[in-house]
């Protein structure tokens, strides 16, 4: 019964949210707002259970010794900072806590984002060798995609330009349009299996 | 060739922080996907709303920040409304900053000119209820004032009074937006993009399903260029340029000395056999 239930709402679900694509009535609408409505609570409480194991999480942490102690300690730390700047003085313009997120959060995150232009030019140089007909094609197209998608690029001939537009509009689309239907026709596949509760992976161990 | 880590790390450093304190001015070209996005602006009626939508993280800033400012100064001066809002958490207190000081500058008062609605969690939700109610999804703005209470929004139910979705995204979320928003209500989307997604929605661009991309540092430089302003976007293309060059040099010498060491060792070696 406990493997039943959820499997009897998924596909009551499943086959109302595609039915109500094609029907165009007030009560029908009414409930897929319902629905909606539904998807954002469920998400909100997900969130609840996320925030709540990262602190569980970082006090177990802190009551075992080592370096991770401190790491746990300032995580909880600025997780309690942003609670009380964000309840105690809002979130509106001038406010300490938009103030600490564009003073402090934004500039950590991106600092760590940027430190990927080093370890990809670093990749680049170690594995774009040209050992072979095919990996002599992939360093070329990365070289001219490379150089093209910036000015030096059009200063080196306009047809650097030219042939990265044709490299990213031609072969690329067409392998990543392949991958798009692709991956279409296994959403379809999958969403029909979890309808028919063929499919019960999301239930867990449950499932099984 | 084996080389140290911290001299490639050196080498790019330079790249990058050198010509920021010393600007190169390196041409920048318009292309024709840039230009197809500012001309898609250009034929929005004065009055007429945009939605933007800040989907993305607080670490893409540098990236995303020049292609928004440059989308939201087209906006306001062909004073077009902004409606702004995100779907990203941290998108939220992006957008609200950048959206009020590009107001700022261009004197335009807020609940008139533009409103901030803030962040909606479960992006699915939020796109595909916006499609019946706007006011539903966001019963307040990001300050909470109610939302009958700012007047532009009193005007717009939901996507039939938006005349434009523009998405500046630094991953999945303008895919989700063509789903939900475009495939289902019909909803014009134009999505401003990192660098690194722009191959990814170029089949959305081909089938129609997307009006345009801006992608990355190099869509904003050649937007402010069609702008008729040089700001961020300008600026960090002599860097990235730079950044650029000194990777394909440095894979171009590392193909080289390989190739050298090859045939070095197969001669080496077929001596070796023969002897």
């Known amino acids: ?54 602190i569980t999480r970082q006090i177990k942490n802190i009551s075992r010794p080592g370096p991770e102690r401190w790491y746990a300690m300032i995580a909880l730390f600025g997780i309690a900072l942003m609670v009380v700047l964000g309840f105690g003085w809002g979130i509106s313009r001038g406010s300490p806590f938009l103030w600490v997120f564009d003073h402090v959060q934004a500039p950590m995150q991106t600092t760590v984002f940027s430190l990927l232009a080093f370890y990809v030019a670093s990749a680049a140089y170690r594995g774009f060798r040209a050992r072979h007909a095919e990996s002599a094609v992939l360093v070329l197209a990365a070289l001219i995609v490379l150089l093209g998608r910036v000015p030096v690029g059009e200063i080196i001939s306009p047809y650097v330009p030219q042939t990265v537009s044709w490299v990213l509009n031609v072969p690329a689309v067409a392998a990543k349009r392949a991958i798009l239907i692709g991956i279409g026709l296994g959403m379809t596949a999958t969403a029909i299996k979890v309808i028919a509760g063929m499919e019960r992976t999301y239930l867990g161990s449950g499932g099984r | 060739m084996k080389l140290d880590r911290r001299i490639i790390f050196m080498i790019v450093a330079l790249a990058v922080v ?15 996907e840039t230009r197809a996005v500012y001309e898609r602006l250009e034929r929005l009626e004065q009055g007429s709303v945009v939605m933007l939508s800040f989907d993305h993280e607080a670490s893409s800033l540098p990236e995303v920040r020049p292609l928004a400012e440059a989308i939201l ?26 959206l009020h000081d590009l107001a700022a500058r261009h004197d335009k008062q807020y609940g008139h000119d533009y409103a901030y609605l803030g962040y909606r969690p479960q992006y699915t939700a939020a796109i595909l209820g ?4 706007i006011r539903e999804v966001f019963p307040t703005d990001y300050d909470d004032t109610p939302y009958d209470d700012i007047p532009l929004l009193r005007e717009i139910r939901n996507y039939g009074d938006i005349g434009l979705v523009v998405s500046v995204a630094d991953g999945s979320l303008p895919t989700y937006w063509v789903e939900y928003a475009q495939a289902r209500y019909g909803q014009e ?24 991309v801006l992608g990355g540092l190099k869509g904003a430089a050649e937007y402010e260029i069609l702008l008729g302003r040089h700001a961020a976007g300008k600026r960090g293309m002599d860097a990235q340029s730079l950044a650029h060059l000194s990777i394909a040099v440095m894979i171009v010498i590392g193909n080289v000395v390989a190739f050298g060491l090859r045939r070095k060792n197969e001669t080496t070696e077929a001596g070796g056999h023969s002897s």
């Not at chain 1, 949210?17 to 409505?37: C, E, K, N, R």
């Not at chain 2, 916006?130 to 109610?133: F, I, L």
Request: net charge neutral.
């Open chain 1, 1 to 54: 019964m406990l493997r039943k239930i959820p499997v009897m709402v998924c596909a009551v679900c499943g086959v109302f949210m595609a039915a109500q694509y094609f029907i165009v009535s007030g009560p029908v609408s009414q409930l897929y707002g319902t629905v909606l409505d539904w998807m954002q609570i469920i998400f909100v409480c997900a969130l609840l259970v996320g925030i709540l194991h990262v």
């Open chain 2, 18 to 32: 050198v010509p920021l304190l010393f600007p190169l001015g390196l041409p920048v070209a318009v292309t024709d």
């Open chain 2, 73 to 98: 100064n087209h906006c306001f001066r062909r004073n077009i409304r902004v409606v702004g809002l995100a779907l990203f958490a941290e998108g939220a207190a992006v957008g609200y900053d950048i």
């Open chain 2, 130 to 133: 916006m499609g019946e109610s």
């Open chain 2, 189 to 212: 989307i134009i999505a401003a993009l990192t660098a690194v997604m722009v191959t990814a929605y170029a089949p959305y661009v081909d089938a129609g399903q997307i009006s345009g």
